[in-house]
C-alpha cells in the first residue's frame, strides 16, 4: 500500500470493493472506516446505477479489487465506462500488478509484449489459443488458476514445444513468492513434483517465438500447416511446393520434424 492509496481510502466517500469480507481487515488494518460496499464481476446494472449516484451527486468513489490492480483481470470496466462517458473524472492510484511485477523478473524481452488474461478452463480451449499464438514473437504473459497450472503447461509443450522458455511467477510480493524459468518440459516436471507449486496467484510467461533453422518462410510454414492440416504429408508438402515455390522435400522433412499437435 502506498502512502496516497491510503490517503485516497480514508477520504471518499464509498469504497466499492470486489469482496468486503477480504478488503475489511484491509482497510481495519490502516484505521480506515469509510463506507464499504461490494462490487464485483457478478454485480447487475442496479448496483453501477447506485454508484453513479453517489458520483453524480458530487461524491467520491474508490474502487479496490482483492489483489492487484483493477481492471487488470478484475472487476470495474462497466463502472469506469460509464463514468468516463458522463464525464466524470477517474484517477489511476497506482499499485501491485502481477502482470508488469513478473514480466520485470522473468529476464525475457519487455520491449514488446501481449498479455492474455485468463486462459479458457478447458484443454481444447487452452490449445487453440497457444495455437493462434504459436508463432507470435512477442512475449507472451497469462494467468492461470493454480488447479490448471500443471494441465496448462502440458499444453505449452505440446503445441509451442519442449524448449520453449517458460516462466512461472507465483505469489508475488507475498511469502512463498516463487520465479521459476526453464524449458517447457523441465518446467512441467518441477510443478508435478512439487505441489507447492500449484497453489496461490500464478503468472505463467513464455517467451515469444523465435522462428526455426528450417529456412523457410513463416508465410510458406503457415501454407503447409493449412494443407497438412486436411491431406497426408507427402501430398501436402507436393502441393505447397507448386503454390510457393519452396522445395519439396524441404517442406516435407519440415512437416516431419514438425507434427501438427
Known amino acids: 500500500m502506498v502512502p496516497r492509496a491510503v490517503e485516497v481510502l480514508q477520504t471518499v466517500d464509498v469504497i466499492a470493493a470486489e469482496d468486503t469480507r477480504r478488503s475489511r481487515p484491509l482497510l481495519q488494518h490502516f484505521g480506515i472506516d469509510t463506507a464499504l460496499v461490494a462490487y464485483h464481476d457478478h454485480s447487475d446494472a442496479r448496483t453501477v446505477e447506485r454508484l453513479m449516484g453517489t458520483l453524480r451527486g458530487g461524491g467520491s468513489l474508490a474502487l479496490i479489487s482483492d489483489a ?9 470496466y462497466r463502472l469506469v ?20 511485477a513478473a514480466l520485470s523478473v522473468a ?21 487453440a489459443v497457444f495455437d493462434a499464438l504459436k508463432r507470435e514473437p512477442r512475449t507472451l ?16 509443450v505440446a503445441v509451442l514445444g519442449e524448449s520453449r522458455t517458460v516462466v512461472l511467477a507465483r505469489e508475488l510480493t507475498k511469502m512463498h513468492e516463487t520465479v521459476l524459468r526453464m524449458p517447457a518440459t523441465e518446467l512441467r516436471d ?35 500447416d493449412v494443407l497438412r492440416a486436411e491431406l497426408p ?17 524441404q ?10 499437435s
Open 81 to 100: 465506462d460509464a463514468a468516463t462517458a458522463e464525464g466524470i473524472r477517474v484517477v489511476p492510484i497506482p499499485g501491485a500488478s502481477a502482470l508488469i
Open 190 to 224: 518441477r510443478v508435478a513434483a512439487d505441489r507447492n507449486q500449484q497453489r496461490g496467484e500464478c503468472v505463467l510467461l513464455v517467451a515469444g517465438y523465435q522462428g526455426d533453422d528450417s529456412g523457410l518462410r513463416d508465410d510458406v510454414i503457415a501454407a503447409l
Open 68 to 76: 492487484g490492480t483493477p481492471l487488470i483481470s478484475d472487476p470495474g
Open 141 to 156: 504473459i497469462f494467468y492461470e488458476a493454480p488447479h490448471r497450472l500443471l494441465d496448462c503447461i502440458e499444453d505449452v
Open 107 to 127: 529476464g525475457l524481452p519487455s520491449d514488446r509484449f501481449i498479455f492474455e488474461g485468463f486462459l479458457p478452463a478447458k484443454t481444447h480451449g487452452r490449445r
Open 251 to 260: 517442406l516435407y522433412q519440415y512437416g516431419v520434424d514438425h507434427p501438427l
Open 233 to 249: 504429408l507427402k501430398q501436402a508438402a507436393a502441393l505447397c511446393a507448386r503454390i510457393t515455390g519452396a522445395k519439396k522435400n
